[in-house]
C-alpha cells in the first residue's frame, strides 16, 4: 500500500502556533513583513531526532517556507512522512483502505504536538507532491530476495525509461532505477534492516533504526523457521509525474491524500511498472529448454532461416545473461560502438523462442495481485 508520502499545504491552509520548536525558529512564518534570506527564501524545519526514533518515538518531517511565487510572497509547508510508522513505528505491517482516517488523525495529533494547527479536512484533501506505493512479498519454497533481484538485473528497462542512475547495492540485495520524477526500488527488507544496524548510510530505507527492536524478534524467528521478504517499492517523487501516471492508468482525478489511499491505485501501480520489467527482460532467458542440444535444436526448429552462426550466437547469448546482468555484459563490450550493441540487442530480439509462460518475477506479481496486507503479528 502506501509507504511514505509528502502533502504540500500553502499559508492559509495551516498555522503556526509554536515558532520555537522548529530550526531555526519560525519567528517568521507569521510575519508578512520578514525579508526573504539571500538565496531567495526563508525555511525552518522540524524533525525527529535520532534519539527520538530509537525512543520510539515517530514524527512528520516538516519544512515551512516562505519565496516569492509569481510577484506574491507565499508561505508552504511540506509534512514528509512513513503512514505505516506513524501508526505502527515500522513499514513492515501495510495499511489497508480503512487505516485511512487512522492515519489521519494520527497525524493529525502529530503536528499538534509539533506547534502546527491543520483542520482534519485540509489534510484529507491535501495536495500530495510525492508518493511511494510499495508491496513486502513473502518468500516460500526456500525462494531468496536476491534470486528475484537478480532477475531484475537482467531486464533492459534502462533502455526504455529515462534513468539517470541505476545502483546495485548491499552485495546484490537491492537495486534501483532512478530517475529525476521517480525510482523504482526492490530489495531484501530483511538485509536492510541488518545493514541499518551497522550504519543508517547503508540502508534502502530512511528511519529504520525506529524498527530495531522488529529485526530483533525477526532474527529468533529466522532461527526456527526460514522468513524472507522481497519488498517491491514506486516512488513518484514530483506532482506532475504522479498526474501522468494516473492519466496513463485511466485516472481523471486530482492527486489528493484521500484520493491516493486507494488499493486498486497501489496495485495498478506496481504491476505497471513490474510490467515495464518483465517487457524488457530477455525472451532468451524464458526458454524452457537451456540445454546446449535442446536449445539449438528448438532455435532451428523456432527460426527455419536461421544459420548456424546464428544458433551459435544465440545460445552464447543465452549463456552470458544467465551468468551476468545485460548491463554488466553491455559494460564488458565497451570499447565498441553503442550502436554495435544495440544491433546485437535487435538481432536477439527478432528471433522467435517457445517461451516458458511462468514470468520470472511471478512471485511478486501473484502477492501484488492477492494484496493481502502483511502484518507481524501473523509471523511472530
Known amino acids: 500500500m502506501i509507504d511514505t508520502i509528502v502533502l504540500m499545504l500553502i499559508d492559509r491552509e495551516f498555522r503556526i502556533m509554536n515558532e520555537y520548536k522548529f530550526d531555526p525558529p519560525a519567528t517568521w512564518a507569521n510575519n508578512p513583513y520578514a525579508k526573504l534570506g539571500k538565496h531567495g527564501h526563508l525555511q525552518s524545519r522540524q524533525n525527529h531526532t535520532k534519539s527520538e526514533l530509537r525512543d520510539g518515538i515517530y514524527k512528520p518531517q516538516l519544512t515551512i517556507t516562505k519565496r516569492i511565487i509569481r510577484n506574491v510572497p507565499q508561505v508552504t509547508l511540506k509534512i ?35 506547534g502546527v494547527w491543520v483542520k482534519t479536512e485540509t ?23 536476491y534470486s528475484i533481484l537478480k532477475e531484475i538485473q537482467k531486464s533492459n528497462i534502462t533502455q526504455r525509461m529515462d534513468f539517470n542512475q541505476t ?20 530489495y531484501d527488507k530483511i538485509k536492510d534492516m541488518e545493514k541499518a544496524k551497522i550504519s543508517r548510510k547503508r540502508a534502502v530505507e530512511d528511519d529504520t533504526i525506529i524498527q530495531m527492536n522488529l529485526f530483533e524478534k525477526i532474527e529468533i524467528k529466522r532461527k526456527k523457521q526460514p522468513l524472507e521478504v522481497f519488498r517491491w517499492e514506486i516512488r513518484l517523487n514530483e506532482r506532475p509525474k504522479i ?117 520470472p518475477l511471478q512471485v511478486v506479481r501473484d502477492s501484488i495481485n492477492e494484496f493481502v496486507s502483511v502484518k507481524k503479528e501473523s509471523l511472530f
Open 80 to 114: 514528509q512522512f512513513s503512514a505505516p510508522k506513524l501508526l505502527w513505528l515500522n513499514n513492515f505491517d501495510e495499511l489497508e483502505e480503512s487505516d485511512f482516517y487512522r492515519v489521519v488523525f494520527a497525524l493529525r495529533r502529530k503536528l499538534d504536538e509539533m
Open 123 to 145: 489534510l484529507i484533501n491535501a495536495y500530495v507532491s510525492k508518493i511511494d506505493y510499495a508491496k513486502n512479498v513473502l518468500l516460500a519454497n526456500g525462494l531468496l530476495p
Open 167 to 186: 545502483d546495485f547495492r548491499n552485495e546484490g540485495h537491492s537495486i534501483k532505477f532512478r530517475a529525476n520524477s521517480f525510482e523504482i526500488t526492490g
Open 243 to 359: 498526474r501522468k501516471v494516473l492519466t496513463t492508468l485511466g485516472y481523471t482525478f486530482e492527486p489528493t491524500f484521500k484520493n491516493l489511499f486507494q488499493k486498486t491505485i497501489a496495485q495498478k501501480i506496481l504491476l505497471y511498472y513490474l510490467d515495464e520489467i518483465e517487457n524488457k527482460y530477455p525472451k532468451i532467458l524464458t526458454l524452457k529448454d537451456k540445454t546446449a542440444d535442446g536449445f539449438i535444436a528448438q532455435f532451428c526448429i523456432d527460426n527455419p532461416k536461421a544459420k548456424i552462426k546464428d544458433a551459435l550466437l544465440a545460445f552464447g547469448y543465452l549463456k552470458a545473461l544467465e551468468e551476468i546482468s545485460t548491463r554488466e555484459l553491455r559494460g564488458l563490450f565497451g570499447k565498441y560502438p553503442v550502436s554495435s550493441w544495440y544491433s546485437l540487442r535487435q538481432q536477439m530480439d527478432g528471433y522467435n523462442h517457445a517461451v516458458n509462460p511462468i514470468k
